[in-house]
């Protein structure tokens, strides 16, 4: 065995397979699947026409197509459940877990949704999925299964074997046993291994934990991770607001989601409005990007608007043009690296949080050494290396020191603001925050010069 | 039971609990810490002064104060061992999994880790940190843990249930069991839902799967997290150069090092230069953050020469000084959606990459769709509605177009640069990259200018 077991996909590779699947060579195509991760399949499949991706399902085991289709980019799923048939695409669902059948389905329009469920061979699986469906995306609800094992606490371990063994197939990875009462309400877990090396005849309720966490349907996706993070738990209950077991989340979805937020949260930051990746379409790429480029070029025709305002001073020390940028670019780092602490404070909800009168207090003494150290750094610099005068040294200087406290400012509260709000506080580090520090920088430049060289 | 059974941790709860450490309130702290998950207690404990923590600390189980002390952040546990006698420490890092006892022993001064290793109780356990210590840190084998169950390919079901229950109190969750021949070989996995529903004569090697990811020790952590998440895996055994299986990586170091890694990204991005929160010490944050600012400075300084090269052209034409913060700002975002999208890319590591040329391509002709657009849009409102000539709306507008151009390429080429060299090319996104393209945007915009204005 290779230490690693992933699968090379070479271009030669993508090639020889794209022949095999234009000459129907069945048997080498599914040679060459055998034994390949679904996950390095999917991959695969991504990069195939649609007619080619469903060419390669309809040749594997529904079993293996449901558990690729699962693994396939958004893109692929889309076009795929476009193409199939209801009762095809209802033979796939049919090998997948609740959790995964919803997110596939949540993707068609209602009518066909229906169509497809219909469809299913199991009475119980159409419920749990219309089930999940009922719940937002995002929330513990959108994300739970609904296969997990659940025990009586008046079970016996034997009882508890029968009901594994029952669900075995249906469940495929269980971690714990679920306990709950007659009510169905959520007691504790019981470990496999308890299981194991327990006698048959015990009682559950005598070897259960009833320590556990659970969350309930309607928390937030990113807060479930972060509970799953600190608890170090590889599966969580969810309940329902009667305290009733009604699905369970399991970690390998919470990774898959730890992953889309933090590329969310840089894209927020780096001013891309869309989830867009390198190998989009230019077309695509281009339209996430110009918008907030558009914002930003808004911001310096404004500022074009602030430094005309001044232009009879500026025209008399022309110098004062040469620092623009700097003044400039010293509120935009100021104000980005403010945003990004704040955005991480809030991502990390501390229980023993500052209050906001203390953070800003804080904040404010931050931004003294800063703009204290910067100040009298550009002071000098100007005054003893680029030779100008005193009085104009001490102009950059204390413009610099007035913007990094400004800058500070709108950099820590404008991530609050946008909290409190309820927009994701990451875009606070992007553009946006640049664009007004650069504004505001060039008016308090301006207006400390206009009035320190009497222009 | 509450649907989420997490602490509450007021201020309140935290002064009545330090009043009663102060008046050794025994029975107070021991009960109010009854059934509260270790890692709520570390974060207590993060809140108290040395000889509080320790306090509290002395007072628990060997075994629940090792669980506390695996959760405490750095700054609490280093303080912690520096108090701790050799004797004391090694009777809770008996307590603990070989891979958090090498975490914690790691932080010590040589000396003083041999020390307390030579307390340990359990020999095989000194030997296994011992071979911990040997890797680094956030390579494969600096994550594993000694702690796993291994069954030989001959054993029957039923010996292997009698290793589960003798390793049962070192391996707190199985997951799965691995299989080994007899030179240990790593061959495959068998579940324990496996095991329990096989009859107990059966031999694993008649039910153990073949198909098994494994990591060699020297992959990177990030590496093994991409893996773990790509193919759902809750744990991951780790292998040496002859596939020897000698150890384990569970998914919860996985989420601690997913979540470390991404504040690491945005730390970088957004300039600054080393792991802090906002609720350090007001120095050590400035500490952090004033090396970009200083960079920026300094570039903002040698922007000024650039415009002082040109004053002579800029006193003739006054409102060129005006558009400087526009054509800097510009520059700017665009270098950072550029580098954001690279550094995305290559920290996915698809497998299907463009080539270093296509990449170019398609970035040059992006940034041409970027540049014509707000080319356009620039010289129509500086014509249109600021009513200045055609000639100088144009050179702003042809100005913007080639700032977009170089800027994409500096934002493309940058990240893949430092990636080469073995830098994190997520600092591309930050303070750098703004500063160089705010200076090359500064010498094309005035060298179009000189140009077309005849300056």
Same mark, same amino acid.
Request: glycine content about 6%; charged content about 25%; hydrophobic content about 45%.
């Given at each position: ?16 397979f794209r022949i095999g699947i234009e000459e129907q060579?069945?048997?080498?195509i ?15 499949l991504d990069e195939l026409n649609l007619e080619e991706a469903i060419y390669v399902l309809r040749l ?16 692929s799923?889309?076009k795929v459940?476009r193409e199939m048939?209801?009762?095809e ?16 389905? *949540? /993707? ?5 949704? #229906? &169509?497809?469920?219909?469809? @299913?061979?199991? !009475? +119980?699986?159409?419920?749990? *999925? /219309? ?5 937002? #995306? &995002?929330?513990?609800?959108? @994300?739970?299964? !609904? +296969? ?308």
């Amino acid at each position: 065995m290779e230490p690693i077991k992933t699968f090379e996909l070479s271009k030669e590779y993508l090639e020889s397979f794209r022949i095999g699947i234009e000459e129907q060579q069945n048997d080498f195509i599914l040679e060459s699947l055998e034994g390949v991760n679904v996950a390095d399949i999917a991959a695969l499949l991504d990069e195939l026409n649609l007619e080619e991706a469903i060419y390669v399902l309809r040749l594997l085991s529904h079993e293996t197509a449901a558990d690729i289709m699962i693994e396939l980019d958004e893109v692929s799923v889309n076009k795929v459940i476009r193409e199939m048939e209801a009762i095809e695409l209802a033979s796939l669902i049919d090998e997948m877990d609740s959790d995964d059948a919803a997110d596939i389905l *949540i /993707l068609m329009p209602s009518k066909d949704r #229906e &169509d497809v469920i219909s469809h @299913l061979q199991e !009475k +119980e699986k159409s419920a749990n *999925i /219309l089930d999940l469906l009922r719940y937002d #995306e &995002d929330s513990a609800g959108g @994300l739970m299964a !609904k +296969e997990y094992i659940k025990a009586n606490q008046n079970w016996s371990v034997i009882q508890t074997i029968e009901e594994i063994r029952r669900q075995a197939e249906n469940v495929e990875k269980i971690y714990s046993i679920y306990v709950v009462d007659n009510k169905q309400h959520l007691l504790g877990r019981v470990s496999l291994k308890k299981i194991i090396l327990a006698a048959s005849n015990t009682k559950i309720m005598d070897i259960y934990e009833p320590e556990l966490i659970s969350v309930p349907t309607h928390m937030e996706g990113e807060e479930v991770a972060e509970i799953m993070r600190k608890y170090d738990l590889e599966s969580v209950p969810v309940v329902n607001a009667k305290n009733k077991l009604v699905g369970r989340i399991t970690v390998d979805d919470i990774l898959d989601l730890i992953r889309e937020q933090s590329e969310e949260d840089i894209q927020a930051m780096t001013g891309i409005s869309a989830d867009v990746e390198e190998s989009d379409s230019i077309w695509r790429i281009s339209k996430a990007r110009l918008p907030w480029l558009i914002i930003g070029v808004v911001g310096g025709l404004m500022g074009a608007q602030i430094i005309t305002f001044f232009e009879e001073g500026l025209s008399k020390y022309i110098a004062l043009a040469s620092f623009i940028p700097l003044v400039a670019a010293t509120g935009g780092n100021v104000g980005i690296q403010s945003s990004s602490l704040v955005v991480q404070t809030l991502a990390s909800k501390s229980v023993f949080d500052d209050s906001p009168w203390q953070r800003f207090v804080k904040g404010l003494l931050i931004a003294l050494v800063n703009g204290i150290v910067l100040g009298l750094f550009v002071f000098s610099v100007v005054k003893f290396i680029y030779g100008f005068d005193s009085i104009f040294g001490f102009t950059i200087g204390l413009s610099m020191f007035f913007v990094v406290l400004m800058a500070s400012f709108m950099g820590t509260v404008t991530p609050l603001v946008l909290d409190k709000f309820g927009v994701n506080p990451a875009i606070a580090s992007g553009p946006f925050i640049t664009t007004a520090n650069d504004l505001l920088g060039l008016a308090v430049y301006f207006g400390v010069a206009m009035y320190l060289l009497n222009l």
